[in-house]
């Protein structure tokens, strides 16, 4: 390998190898190890929430409105390609009527041509209690028919910095008319 090497290449390498040395550390400069107390981090800690999620896609003020499809998405019986933002109230009870404790707010995009599975990109914000002005980010799959579907929690805010954990999504009431849903939701996270 080495005879087809032009003859400037250890000069190269060597230099190369200089350079690769004063960029680490260069890097050292923006980044350093700390210690979880320094950042106030005590004992992480698993929380459960449980809300539902109303999802209002008729009538005269829905929380969930379709911002864009494909060309197909009318004839593919899934809706593929279409995607639909929301912010949609969480309450403690089914009823809409019932306390609010945040607002689901992002986007659903129909990402399955077979099979109804949504692309769920979203964030919790709650809005009661102290978690009032925390959230969580959700990046899931979402099979809307399945008895229950599990999302990721891939993060959060606030007093869910550092966030971790899943979401079970269970279809409370679905109305065939109006396609307005209501889910119900339970969440398990690990934080600080
Ligand atoms: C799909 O159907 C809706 C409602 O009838 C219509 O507004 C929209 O323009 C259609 N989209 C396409 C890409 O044909
Ligand atoms: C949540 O926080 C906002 C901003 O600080 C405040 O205006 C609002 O009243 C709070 N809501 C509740 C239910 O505490």
Redesign the pocket.
């Known amino acids: 390998m080495a005879k087809t090497l032009p003859k400037g290449t250890p000069i190269f390498l060597i230099l190369f190898t200089i350079f690769s040395f004063s960029t680490s550390a260069t890097a050292a400069g923006f980044s350093r190890t700390l210690s979880p107390a320094k950042l106030g981090l005590k004992r992480e800690k698993l929380s459960h929430l449980h809300f539902y999620f109303h999802d209002i896609v008729g009538g005269r003020n829905p929380t969930a409105v379709r911002v864009a499809e494909a060309a197909m998405t009318n004839t593919s019986f899934t809706g593929f390609g279409a995607v639909v933002m929301i912010d949609d109230p969480l309450t403690v009870r089914p009823e809409l009527s019932s306390k609010l404790v945040g607002r689901a707010q992002g986007i659903y995009a129909s990402a399955g041509q077979t099979e109804l599975g949504l692309l769920m990109v979203l964030n919790f914000a709650f809005?009661?209690?102290k978690y009032?002005?925390s959230s969580l980010s959700v990046l899931g799959r979402n099979t809307v028919f399945s008895a229950v579907r599990e999302l990721p929690i891939v993060g959060g805010s606030g007093l869910f910095r550092f966030a971790r954990g899943y979401a079970h999504a269970r279809t409370h009431t679905f109305d065939i008319g109006t396609g307005d849903a209501v889910v119900e939701y339970n969440v398990y996270v690990f934080h600080y």
């Open positions: 809005m009661e209690g009032n002005g």
